[in-house]
Nanobody, 125 residues
């Protein structure tokens, strides 16, 4: 199984970025997917999660109203649209996939089946 993130970069505060995550080697439509982030010196944080068919979505309070997660099962791709970015959104962003958890469970899960290697998002003030 391979999980690969892309789309990170450096943007100014108030700007937007769209992250993508492709997963291969698994039946994408069977998996709940999530975005997580970790800033230097901080714990990993669940940002957004979506269940296998896209019908249930959960967000961290810190990103509600600014970030949108979506899942295209036909393209084996997960997205995270990030708007109104703030310097505190700076972090490495990771994509994860899990077969057995709901979106609610995935957002705070400790053990997750598959992880990507991350894409760096840097927001300048």
């Amino acid at each position: 199984v391979q999980v690969v993130e892309s789309g990170g970069g450096l943007v100014q505060a108030g700007g937007s970025l769209r992250l993508s995550c492709t997963a291969s080697g698994l039946t994408f439509g069977d998996y709940a997917m999530g975005w997580f982030r970790q800033a230097p010196g901080k714990d990993r944080e669940g940002v957004a999660a979506i269940n296998s068919d896209g019908s249930t979505i959960r967000y961290a309070d810190s990103v509600k109203g600014r970030f949108t997660i979506s899942k295209d099962n036909a393209k084996n791709t997960l997205y995270l649209q990030m708007n109104s970015l703030k310097p505190e959104d700076t972090a490495m962003y990771y994509c994860a996939a899990d077969l057995g958890q709901s979106s609610e469970e995935l957002l705070t899960a400790i053990s997750i089946d598959y992880w990507g290697k991350g894409t760096l998002v840097t927001i300048s003030s």
